[in-house]
């Protein structure tokens, strides 16, 4: 078994309130799902997110369970998405266990046996660029010889598939 931690949010379509005092929702959620999880509640967005630390056999078959068993509650939630899909420099350095100036001499080409880790998809300033967790985890293993662990690889490619089916 291989355990993950993982985030899900989904969008609060109901008629019920994030109310402090009416927790009967929360409590339908954490009996739902088997898993250990943390309730993040967003007032403002009227969001829920899931925060999980789960094993299982794959990514994808605990991110799916999960979704499953959220539906089966007969909350009215729609799906926005899992997380982590896209990761920072702060991100892949705690994840990776590198330096944030490796990870941007990486960056760079200024250091790593190959050019640069591949381009991110969202760039700004200020650090600010984002990549997709799995091709930055598939990189530092492959391309600079980094002990990543598959679950990670897996975790990173089953995020990304959960949010192109799921989220439109």
């Given at each position: 078994m291989k355990e993950f931690e993982y985030y899900i949010t989904y969008q609060?379509?109901?008629?019920?309130?994030?109310?402090?005092?009416?927790?009967?929702?929360?409590?339908?959620?954490?009996?739902?799902?088997?898993?250990?999880?943390?309730?993040?509640?967003n007032k403002i967005y009227n969001?829920?997110?899931l925060w999980l630390m789960t094993e299982g056999e794959s990514a994808k078959e605990v991110i799916n369970?999960?979704?499953?068993?959220?539906?089966?509650t007969g909350l009215n939630l729609s799906l926005k998405g899992a997380a982590p899909e896209f990761v920072s420099?702060?991100?892949?350095?705690?994840?990776?266990d590198v330096?944030?100036?490796n990870i941007q001499?990486?960056?760079?080409?200024?250091?790593g046996k190959r050019k640069g880790i591949p381009p991110s998809p969202y760039s700004g300033v200020n650090?600010?660029?984002m990549w997709l967790l799995s091709e930055a985890a598939q990189w530092l293993r492959n391309?600079?010889?980094?002990?990543?662990?598959?679950?990670?690889?897996?975790?990173?490619?089953?995020?990304?598939?959960?949010?192109?089916?799921?989220?439109?």
């Open positions: 609060n379509l109901g008629c019920y309130s994030l109310d402090e005092h009416d927790n009967a929702w929360s409590d339908l959620l954490l009996e739902a799902t088997e898993f250990e999880a943390t309730i993040l509640e969001t829920i997110t369970r999960t979704i499953s068993q959220v539906s089966e420099i702060n991100q892949l350095s705690e994840l990776f330096s944030k100036q001499a990486y960056m760079t080409g200024k250091r650090d600010s660029s391309k600079e010889n980094h002990e990543i662990a598959d679950s990670l690889i897996d975790l990173g490619h089953a995020i990304r598939e959960t949010n192109s089916a799921h989220i439109h």
